[in-house]
């Protein structure tokens, strides 16, 4: 009759033995058991699916060793960083980082991470953003949305996560580059997670947005949203009619946009290092990758920046805009 | 069209399909049933699985799994007093009571014929209604979702039990508790260490306030409860009883339809909503809370109502309104499906393939949920004494398994606590809990709604259905300021006669 709970028991102990595995033996071949990679925000979420996109690819290169995402949410990811950023410098716990790894030191100065408090193993991916609005909207173009803007006096209202999260700098970003009050010149309407900010545009709650490409994608290929302006280094291929904001000249919001790149604890070893660039450089090329990232609406940039180099500038890029936003002294 | 089902059934049912939801419903069971182990958790751990499977035969699986665990939960809620998901929680007032009588059985089996029809009910409306519930649910903005949730906080005058001045202490208690963290506009509040600043997690307050007190009143008065092992009585559910509870199930699932389509409110809200409704309307409304088969069905036919619903706002509109459809939307994404309007268009044959595939999880539930419960109705067996324990050590396990943290175990135990010293009072956890889940959407829409308007107060009052909700908001307090004027009347008048 104890058949069941002792089922019930094994698998909970099973699961937690995966999820908390860390080992005292010094590797001497890494990876010589599971990797545990650190998704910092939730299920279904743009970090979680990349997470689970590279652990796919990865358990490939990595001797047939499994690579376990966990999702470790909360406190705009922070909780899932300071988890790693803490944990034994060994390579079997790892950080699927996202943007708001480099963005929350920048703005919050008791951040329980520093921005450089990891070992950084590679950028993975660039995530594009899209300023878009309703198809119903009288808005059509940039201009006309900046004009509205201008004339209502801060009546406007867009969705975002946060004034300090990376779809309200994009917003603001765009704000101050044209000498608006990026704080007053439109209200902002704070909403959670990526569906809901698309939900507010499509029911019409809000003016307009400016978030992550694959939450808006499906509507504005649908016909219910359109696109004004993309967040990324080139046009997306999906949108090749609608600009980004660099070649408009928008200075700051040109280098505003989502990412993902893969984080370990400071100080990891150097083999668990080349072992890493070894496996990253594989999964580069791998056809199930690049085939993941393109259906979630990516483009896969690993090996194209210098980690350290590009989240230092990332950090300051967002620290500059606190600074002048007034959100830091 | 119906040429199109039938090729969708052709196509729908082959054996690894019907496996694979098999699977996932069974699954999806036990690990509701686990305290501590949600929905979420086995869908988010299959997700990886579905890269590998056709695209129908993934999402069957997930949903199957949500289906599953969402009724599992309903099994350890009545056994053992310990909700195995939030959506549970309204099962244990009555459920637990009845297994206490020996009736273990009979509320697990009104549980499960509950569940499949409000999961039937679901499933067809997604079938015939998806598109116009989607468009409903859309246009219920800020100001409608806090009157929707200013309606729903009433739900307390029901659920109180004796007294609705602590059932309202309650209510505040967890409203207050419901603010811990940070607020939408990302500033903290009660942030007394680092992970207080991502608030209190659901499922160990959840068990934390309805399992453990058990265990503390067990150590405490060791010898004036009584430590056997409950009886197993009838466990049968009559004709008669099913036909009494019909009603409650009919409304409880349209209940559950109409909220889960609404992104964002999910099974729990729904169950508890259908409960207050069916104890307000149900001739036996007084018996609510003490053993009420009634009450089983209500919230069981609600929350797995809700479960179908969810999909219709994912499929239709590509917007997930929770976790779990979240994480099949990302499902959808791997297998370069696009929920939305356009997947109708591209994608009709998977739609309708998977709309068939869906219905058969109905049948599924049915037979898993049987087999399953009767195993489980053994635990009732086992001495408490021993029993306790053991739900204590999986318990700690279950929610240090969600997210490895152990602020999460220092949660629970808290709770349990508190739990203990408001059963010591005689403070219901059930308006505790409800406040709980509602508070957020509460404060949030409120905030969204005066930030649209820029504080102006008008903004809850421009549509229809938030006249609606204001409407019945006010009916409903009327309602219970009468009914507790009438007790303290009678209580007043009573009174004197007996002095003299």
Redesign the interface.
């Known amino acids: 009759?104890?058949r069941?709970?002792k089922?019930?028991?094994g698998?909970?102990?099973a699961?937690?033995a995966t999820?908390?595995m860390i080992s005292t033996a010094q590797a001497d071949a890494y990876p010589e058991k599971a990797i545990t990679l650190v998704a910092p925000y939730?299920?279904?979420?743009a970090s979680?699916?990349a997470a689970?996109a590279l652990?796919?690819t990865a358990r490939n290169y990595t001797d047939g060793k499994p690579v376990v995402?966990?999702?470790?949410?909360?406190?705009?990811g922070?909780?899932g960083a300071?988890?790693v950023s803490e944990s034994k410098a060994d390579g079997y716990t790892l950080l699927l980082s996202r943007v708001g790894m480099a963005l929350y030191p920048a703005v919050y100065t008791d951040s329980?991470v520093g921005w450089d408090a990891y070992t950084f193993l590679g950028m993975l991916e660039s995530t594009p953003m899209i300023l878009a609005v309703n198809a119903n909207s009288d808005v059509k173009t940039i201009d006309d949305l900046l004009t509205k803007i201008k004339d209502s006096d801060?009546?406007t209202?867009y969705a975002a996560s946060?004034?300090?999260?990376i779809d309200g700098f994009s917003v603001q970003a765009l704000l101050s580059d044209v000498d608006l009050d990026p704080l007053t010149a439109s209200?902002?309407?704070?909403?959670?997670?990526g569906?809901?900010l698309?939900?507010?545009l499509?029911?019409?709650?809000?003016d307009f947005l400016a978030i992550a490409a694959?939450s808006l994608?499906?509507?504005i290929?649908?016909g219910?949203m359109r696109a004004l302006m993309v967040y990324s280094p080139k046009r997306m291929d999906a949108l090749p009619d609608v600009p980004t904001a660099k070649e408009l000249g928008y200075t700051q919001a040109g280098q505003v946009g989502g990412w993902s790149g893969l984080y370990g604890p400071k100080g990891l070893p150097d083999d668990v290092v080349a072992k890493w660039t070894e496996v990253l450089g594989n999964v580069a090329t791998d056809a199930q990758w690049l085939d993941?990232a393109k259906?979630?609406g990516s483009v896969s940039i690993i090996g194209d920046e210098d980690p350290s180099a590009f989240v230092k500038s990332q950090f300051e890029l967002y620290n500059g805009m606190a600074k002048q936003f007034g959100y830091i002294q | 069209m119906w040429n199109e089902l039938l090729f969708a059934f052709q196509s729908v049912a082959t054996l690894p399909n019907f496996l694979a939801m098999f699977a996932g419903i069974w699954g999806g069971v036990i690990i509701g049933a686990i305290p501590g182990m949600t929905g979420t958790m086995a869908v988010t751990l299959a997700l990886p699985f579905t890269f590998y499977l056709p695209p129908v035969t993934s999402i069957l699986l997930l949903v199957a799994l949500y289906k599953g665990s969402t009724y599992g939960g309903s099994i350890s809620a009545i056994l053992i007093k310990t909700p195995g998901t939030a959506s549970a929680a309204c099962t244990v007032l009555d459920g637990y009571p009845l297994a206490r009588a020996g009736k273990g059985g009979k509320a697990l089996n009104m549980a499960l014929v509950s569940s499949c029809i409000g999961d039937f009910i679901s499933n067809i409306s997604l079938f015939f209604l998806a598109m116009p519930l989607a468009m409903f649910a859309l246009r219920v903005g800020p100001p409608e979702f806090f009157m929707l949730m200013a309606f729903s906080l009433t739900i307390v005058a029901s659920i109180s039990g004796r007294s609705l001045v602590l059932g309202i202490i309650s209510a505040c208690l967890g409203l207050l508790l419901a603010t811990v963290g940070e607020d939408i506009y990302g500033s903290y509040r009660f942030a007394l260490s680092e992970d207080m600043k991502s608030g209190l997690g659901m499922v160990p307050v959840l068990i934390g306030l309805f399992a453990l007190p058990e265990l503390i009143k067990m150590i405490v008065f060791r010898s004036e409860e009584n430590t056997e092992a409950m009886k197993l009585g009838d466990n049968r559910l009559t004709l008669s009883e099913f036909r009494g509870s019909l009603k409650s199930i009919c409304r409880g699932s349209l209940i559950g339809v109409v909220l889960g389509a609404i992104p964002g409110i999910g099974p729990s809200t729904a169950a508890f909503f259908s409960y207050s409704e069916a104890r307000r309307t149900s001739k036996n409304g007084d018996k609510f809370g003490e053993g009420e088969l009634e009450g089983v069905a209500a919230s069981e036919s609600a929350n797995n109502g809700a479960c179908g619903a969810t999909m219709i706002p994912l499929l239709a509109l590509g917007v997930p309104g929770d976790v779990i459809t979240g994480v099949m939307l990302g499902a959808f994404m791997i297998h370069g499906l696009t929920p939305g309007p356009l997947l109708f268009q591209n994608n009709l044959g998977e739609v309708y393939a998977l709309f068939v595939g869906i219905l058969f999880s109905s049948v599924f539930l049915f037979i898993a949920g049987k087999a399953t419960a009767g195993a489980f109705t053994k635990i009732s067996r086992i001495p408490q004494t021993l029993l306790l324990p053991c739900i204590l050590i999986l318990c700690v396990y279950g929610i240090y398994s969600i997210g490895a943290s152990p602020f999460d175990v220092t949660v629970l135990l808290v709770m349990g606590v508190v739990g203990f010293a408001m059963m010591l009072l005689n403070i219901p956890a059930a308006p505790f809990l409800i406040a709980f889940i509602l508070g957020p959407m509460f404060e949030d829409n409120m905030r969204r709604s005066l930030a649209i308007s820029r504080g102006d107060l008008g903004v809850f009052f421009q549509s229809w259905i938030s006249w609606g909700f204001f409407a019945l908001t006010v009916l409903f307090v009327i309602l219970t300021i009468r009914r507790e004027w009438k007790k303290w009347r009678e209580k007043r008048d009573a009174t004197p006669t007996s002095a003299s």
């Open positions: 009759m104890f069941q709970l089922k019930a028991a698998l909970a102990a699961i937690l999820t908390t939730g299920a279904g979420g979680d699916l689970r652990a796919e995402v966990v999702n470790k949410t909360g406190n705009g922070m909780n300071r988890f329980p801060g009546a209202t946060g004034p300090t999260a209200t902002l309407v704070p909403y959670k997670g569906s809901a698309a939900a507010a499509l029911g019409g709650h809000v694959g994608m499906p509507h290929e649908a219910k993941l259906k979630r």
